[in-house]
C-alpha cells in the first residue's frame, strides 16, 4: 500500500514537473510575451517589463528589470527606438552577454513586420515624439502579430532545438486561431471601411490601415506633446465639418481635452486598448483585438443608426 | 549512433540552406501580407502535430526592416549636449552666483568599443573651462555577475553623487555634497581608478548590488590627499532595491569610504552614508502623479592636526508630479562641515518645475540657508535645461 503510493507520487510528480528546462523569456511589452507564451507553451516563462496598461514609451528602469533580465534566455523587444529611454543601461547592467543587441538572445519584434510612417526627409524634435525608424506601434495589425509569432517560433526553437516540434505545433495552433479571429474582426468591422476616426496619440496607424479606417486627426498636435488649446479648437471643426463618429483614446493618457472634444462634436470617446493587459478582458494578443473590435464596431454601429 | 546523428543534422544542415521551409510541411500556413489584402486569408488546416523529427527548423526570421542605408558615421559615438543656464536673485556672501550663468553644458560621447565593453565620456564646460567629468570603459561580459569599470568616475557613495547635475530634482546640491564631500557648487565627487560590481539576488525577487571601488589618493579636489602613491582611497557600497506592487518601490543603501586626507602623513577620513529613496508612481488610474522622497544621511570623520571632527550631514527631499508636465518639490538639509564640525549650516528649498518636453525644462526655486556662524542667505533661482542629441537613458 505505502509503495503504490510513493510509486504514485513519483509519478504525479514526474508528470508535474516538466522534464525540460523552462526558457526564460522578458519582452518589453505584454503583447510580446503573450504570443512567446502561445508559441512557447510550457516549455517557456514570460516576463514583460511594460504593463499592457502603462505608456510603452515611459518605462521606468527599475532594477527589478536587471534580476529579469540576468536570467533571461531570449529579450524580445518592439525596436525602432520604442525602449530607447529605459531597455539600453538594464541590458547593460543585467551583465546577460546572451540579450545584447546582436546576441542569440535578442529578438527585435519588428524585423519583417509592415512598419508605417518612415519619415523620409530631415528629422528633427521640432516635430515632437518622432520615431526616426518608422511607428512602433506595428503589433497592432494581426498580419505582423503573424510574422512576430514565426521569427519567435524560429528564434525558440534556435535557443531550444529539443523543443521544435513543439514550438512548431504551437506556432500552428496560434496562427489557426489569429485566422480565426482575423475572419471574425474583419466581418466585424468590414462594412465601416473608409470611416475616419480620430485618435489621440498616433498609435493606430497599423490598426487602422488594417481595418481599412483612416486617422482624420491627433488630439495630440504633434506626438508627445499635449493638445494647445488653439489645436483643440482646429480639432473639433475638422471633426464637426468631417462628423467624425469616434475618438480613441489610451487608457493612459489624460481624458479631460479628449472629453470635452467629445462633447463638442457628439463624437464617442472610446479608451481603446493598445496592448495585452491594457483591460483584463484583453488577457492575450487574440482577446485583445475582440475587445477593441467589439468595441470600434459597436460605437461605430451606434452612430450610423442616429445619424440621420 | 554517431553517424546517424551526424547525417540527421546534416540532412536538417542542407534543407535549411536549400531554403527549404520545413516548418511549412505539415501545415501549410499563409505567407504574411505585409500590405493586408482584402481577401481573406487561408485558414490552415491545424494538422494533427505528429512533427516527425527530420529538420523541424523553422523559417528563420527575415532579415531587420529597420535599418537604415549604410552611412559613414555608423561606428560613431552618440553625441549629446545638455546647457544648463542659471539666473539668480538674491545675496549669498557665502556662496555667491553670478546673476547669469551658463553653469554648466555637458557633451557625452557614447559607444559600444567592442563585444566586451563599452565607453562613456563626459566633458563639462563651464567658464572655468573643460573638465573630464567622467571618461571610463565598463566591461560588460565578466563571469558571476560581475562588471568592471575603469577610469574616473562618479564615486558610488550615496545616491545624489551618483546623479549628474541635470537629473538632480532642484537647480543645486544639498548641502553635505560641499560640507561634507567639500566639492564646489555643482559638482559631485569623482575618482579616476578601478570600480567592481556584482549582482547579488535576494530571496522576493529582491536587487541588491554591492560596489567595491579603489581610486588614486588624491580625489575630489581636496577631500582626499595622498601623501604617498600607496595611500589609495577605497569605497564599498551595498544597495538593496525592491518594488511593492506595480506602483511603490524603495531602495535603500550603506556607503563607506577611507582615504587620507594629507593633513598629515598618517592622518585620514572615513566618509559614511546611509540612503532612502522611495518612489511612489502609479501605472494605472491616475495618470501624469508620482511622488519621490529621497533622503541621505553623511557621516565624516576627519583626523587633523587639531583633532578629529566627527561632521554629520542630511537632507530630505520629496517631489511630486502635479500633471504632465509639472512637479513641485520641498527639500531640508543641514550639514556640519567636515574640516571644523563646531559649524553647521542649514537650509530648506522649494521647487516648482515645468517640462515642456522630455527634452527641456524650466525650473524656479526658492532656498533659504543660514550659514554658520548665523549668516543667512534668501535666493531664487531661475534654471533653463536643454538636451540635444542621443543622450543616453540614465540609470535609475
Known amino acids: 500500500m505505502k509503495r503504490i503510493a510513493v510509486a504514485l507520487a513519483t509519478l504525479l510528480t514526474l508528470a508535474a514537473s516538466p522534464a525540460f528546462a523552462t526558457m526564460k523569456v522578458v519582452t518589453s511589452l505584454q503583447d510580446f510575451s503573450s504570443i512567446a507564451e ?166 493606430w496607424p497599423n490598426f487602422l490601415k488594417h481595418f481599412k479606417l483612416v486617422a482624420a486627426g491627433y488630439v495630440e498636435p504633434k506626438p508627445g506633446v499635449p493638445p494647445s488649446p488653439a489645436h483643440v479648437v482646429e480639432l473639433i471643426n475638422l471633426m464637426i465639418e468631417k462628423k467624425i463618429p469616434v475618438i480613441l483614446i489610451e487608457p493612459y493618457f489624460d481624458q479631460k481635452t479628449p472629453k470635452s472634444v467629445a462633447e463638442k462634436t457628439g463624437a464617442t470617446l472610446l479608451t481603446f486598448i493598445p496592448s495585452v493587459g491594457g483591460v483584463p478582458e484583453a488577457k492575450d494578443y487574440i482577446s485583445l483585438f475582440d475587445y477593441d473590435v467589439k468595441l470600434l464596431a459597436g460605437a461605430l454601429a451606434a452612430k450610423k443608426g442616429t445619424r440621420p | 549512433m554517431r553517424l546517424r546523428t551526424f547525417l540527421f543534422f546534416a540532412a536538417g544542415g542542407l534543407a535549411c540552406a536549400l531554403g527549404v521551409q520545413a516548418q511549412d510541411a505539415p501545415a501549410p500556413t499563409p505567407t504574411p501580407s505585409p500590405t493586408p489584402e482584402p481577401v481573406a486569408t487561408p485558414v490552415p488546416t491545424p494538422a494533427p502535430v505528429a512533427t516527425p523529427a527530420p529538420a523541424p527548423e523553422p523559417t528563420p ?119 561634507i564631500l567639500l566639492q564646489p557648487q555643482g559638482e559631485s565627487w569623482a575618482g579616476e581608478g578601478v570600480s567592481v560590481s556584482k549582482l547579488i539576488e535576494l530571496p522576493g525577487d529582491t536587487f541588491s548590488e554591492a560596489y567595491f571601488q579603489v581610486i588614486d589618493g588624491s580625489s575630489g579636489g581636496g577631500l582626499f590627499i595622498a601623501p604617498t602613491k600607496g595611500d589609495l582611497t577605497y569605497d564599498g557600497q551595498y544597495r538593496i532595491f525592491r518594488d511593492f506592487g506595480d506602483d511603490h518601490n524603495v531602495e535603500v543603501g550603506f556607503s563607506y569610504v577611507y582615504g587620507h586626507n594629507g593633513t598629515s602623513p598618517t592622518n585620514t577620513t572615513s566618509l559614511q552614508n546611509a540612503h532612502f529613496v522611495y518612489r511612489w508612481k502609479p501605472l494605472q488610474g491616475k495618470p501624469y502623479r508620482s511622488f519621490i522622497l529621497r533622503s541621505e544621511y553623511f557621516w565624516s570623520q576627519r583626523e587633523q592636526p587639531d583633532g578629529r571632527q566627527d561632521a554629520q550631514g542630511f537632507f530630505v527631499g520629496g517631489d511630486y508630479q502635479l500633471g504632465r508636465r509639472w512637479y513641485t518639490g520641498a527639500r531640508y538639509e543641514f550639514s556640519d562641515r567636515a574640516t571644523n564640525a563646531s559649524l553647521r549650516d542649514k537650509g530648506v528649498a522649494a521647487t516648482f518645475t515645468f517640462m515642456p518636453s522630455e527634452f527641456s525644462m524650466l525650473r524656479a526655486e526658492y532656498r533659504y540657508r543660514e550659514y554658520a556662524p548665523g549668516i543667512r542667505a534668501n535666493e531664487g533661482f531661475l534654471q533653463i535645461q536643454f538636451a540635444i542629441g542621443a543622450h543616453g537613458a540614465h540609470p535609475f
Open chain 1, 38 to 203: 502561445a508559441v512557447g507553451g510550457p516549455r517557456v516563462e514570460v516576463f514583460a517589463l511594460a504593463k499592457g496598461y502603462q505608456d510603452p514609451h515611459f518605462v521606468e528602469p527599475k532594477p527589478s528589470f536587471i534580476l529579469k533580465l540576468s536570467k533571461a534566455d531570449l529579450l524580445i523587444v518592439a525596436g525602432l527606438e520604442l525602449e530607447i529611454g529605459y531597455l539600453p543601461p538594464l541590458i547593460d547592467q543585467s551583465r546577460n552577454e546572451k540579450i545584447r543587441p546582436g546576441g542569440p538572445g535578442y529578438l527585435d519584434a519588428s524585423a519583417g513586420c509592415d512598419i508605417l510612417e518612415r519619415p523620409t526627409g530631415t528629422v528633427t524634435r521640432a516635430m515632437g515624439d518622432v520615431h526616426p525608424f518608422g511607428n512602433p506601434h506595428y503589433w497592432l495589425d494581426p498580419d505582423n502579430g503573424r510574422v512576430i509569432a514565426r521569427a519567435i517560433a524560429a528564434r525558440l526553437t534556435q535557443l531550444d532545438p529539443p523543443g521544435a516540434s513543439s514550438y512548431a505545433a504551437n506556432l500552428a495552433a496560434f496562427e489557426a486561431k489569429l485566422t480565426e479571429g482575423q475572419k471574425r474582426w474583419d466581418a466585424a468591422l468590414g462594412p465601416y471601411a473608409g470611416a475616419e476616426v480620430v485618435t489621440y496619440h498616433n498609435s
Open chain 2, 61 to 179: 526570421a527575415p532579415e531587420p526592416a529597420a535599418a537604415p542605408a549604410v552611412n559613414p558615421t555608423f561606428f560613431n559615438p552618440a553625441i549629446a549636449v545638455i546647457g544648463n543656464f542659471l539666473a539668480s536673485v538674491g545675496h549669498n556672501p557665502v556662496q555667491p552666483s553670478p546673476a547669469f550663468q551658463v553653469e554648466e553644458s555637458e557633451v557625452s560621447f557614447q559607444a559600444i568599443v567592442d563585444p566586451y565593453a563599452r565607453a562613456d565620456l563626459f566633458l563639462s564646460f563651464s567658464n572655468e573651462g573643460v573638465e573630464v567629468e567622467e571618461a571610463y570603459a565598463t566591461f560588460l561580459t565578466l563571469p558571476w555577475q560581475l562588471q568592471a569599470k575603469g577610469g574616473k568616475f562618479k564615486m558610488q557613495f550615496g545616491k545624489i553623487n551618483t546623479m549628474h547635475l541635470h537629473t538632480l530634482p532642484w537647480v543645486d546640491e544639498p548641502l553635505p555634497m560641499q560640507d
